[in-house]
């Protein structure tokens, strides 16, 4: 599987943008998919993860409320919808994807990665 993020950019505080993660090669509907983050200096951090039903969606507590993850099987594709940003969600983005997600907050539980996307917020 390989994965593609787009959608990032510059938004002032409290403006939104829409983040995509289009998969290719396989089919993406077997998967768990998720976004996470990194900042500069931090270490990459969990945001959102939806699993392959759709039924069943994951947010930090940071981003809950504002955030919301979805996804398109027959365009297999994932999006994060994200409003009311801070700055403190500037980051490099990436989505992910797995099979056997246990644990939906570990990076080392998904298999395929896309490359990051960057979000900047001014304020």
């Known amino acids: 599987v390989q994965l593609q993020a787009s959608g990032g950019g510059l938004v002032q505080a409290g403006g939104s943008l829409r983040l995509s993660c289009a998969a290719s090669?396989?089919?993406?509907?077997?998967?768990?998919a998720a976004w996470l983050r990194q900042a500069p200096g931090k270490e990459r951090e969990f945001v959102a993860a939806i699993t392959w039903s759709n039924t069943s969606t994951y947010y930090a507590d940071s981003v809950k409320g504002r955030f919301t993850i979805s996804r398109d099987n027959a365009k297999n594709t994932v999006y994060l919808q994200m409003n009311s940003l801070k700055p403190e969600d500037a980051a490099v983005y990436s989505c992910a994807a797995g099979v056997r997600v246990r644990t939906v907050t570990i990076s080392n539980q998904y298999d395929y990665w896309g490359q990051g996307t960057l979000v900047t917020v001014s304020s």
């Open positions: 090669g396989r089919t993406f509907s077997n998967y768990v």
